[in-house]
């Protein structure tokens, strides 16, 4: 059982070049998220998804594109990159089981160092 | 919005106990607390629903005011494990649960022998 896991670990873009960060989980977790970590902004939210083809934007989305074909896996797709994308992205993912008590605790990824030059 | 919390910072001496705060603008639904080593990803300490629970294990424990839209975390004798970044996340009012979750800027805690 692996949890979620991230891929790369680091990466190093250029200035307008576009990469696809991936996002994998073998929980059968129906909520995944990512979060963009900068220094004193503590974890911000860019996409999320509660399940298989829906999702939606959090509070710092522009730049970034997601899907979700699979319940595994949350890719999140860089457009083209700016040196603002210069961060530690974190993906997460929890499970619903609905009924009352719905909430459950996130399970995060390792992370992603970027840069942007 | 993300909620805030306080302090910042706070360096104590082993044994000391430290309380951080969390405070939202908006109703809240639950309030969750993470927290995080330096270099690696943030680990889930305890939730809390409105209610006005307290949890707890160990010498850690945490409260939820719904009606003032605040959470404290209280440790307790702190051990030099405990030191790292608390974020409180929050969560308000939507049906589904917590996949909406909004964290805090963190609090950085330093347990000095």
């Known amino acids: 059982n692996a949890g979620v896991t991230q891929t790369p670990k680091f990466q190093v873009l250029k200035t307008g070049q576009s990469m696809t960060l991936q996002c994998a989980q073998d929980?059968?977790?129906?909520?995944m998220s990512w979060y963009r970590q900068d220094p004193g902004m503590g974890l911000r939210l860019i996409h999320y998804?509660?399940?298989?083809?829906?999702?939606d934007q959090g509070e710092v989305p522009n730049g970034y594109n997601v899907s979700r074909s699979t319940t595994e896996d949350f890719p999140l797709r860089l457009l083209s990159a700016a040196p603002s994308q210069t961060s530690v992205y974190f993906c997460?993912?929890?499970?619903?089981?609905?009924?009352?008590?719905?909430?459950?605790?996130?399970?995060f990824g390792q992370g992603t160092r970027l840069t942007v030059v | 919005q993300q909620p805030v919390q306080s302090p910042q910072a706070v360096i104590l001496r082993e044994g000391e106990d430290a309380v951080i705060n969390c405070s939202s603008s908006?109703?809240?639904?639950?309030v969750h607390w993470y927290r995080q080593k330096h270099g690696e990803a943030p680990v889930f300490l305890m939730i809390?629903?409105?209610?006005?629970e307290q949890k707890g294990h160990d010498k850690i424990s945490a409260s939820f005011n719904e009606k003032k839209q605040q959470s404290s975390l209280y440790l307790t004798a702190s051990q030099l494990s405990y030191s790292g970044t608390y974020f409180c996340?929050?969560?308000?009012?939507?049906?589904?649960?917590?996949?909406?979750?909004?964290f805090g800027t963190g609090t950085r805690l330093t347990i000095i022998p």
């Open positions: 997460a993912s929890s499970y619903s089981p609905g009924g009352v008590d719905m909430n459950t605790e996130a399970f």
């Open positions: 929980m059968n977790h129906e909520y």
């Open positions: 998804s509660v399940g298989a083809g829906i999702t």
């Open positions: 908006k109703a809240l639904y639950s």
């Open positions: 809390l629903l409105k209610g006005g």
């Open positions: 996340g929050t969560e308000s009012g939507t049906l589904f649960g917590n996949e909406k979750l909004t």
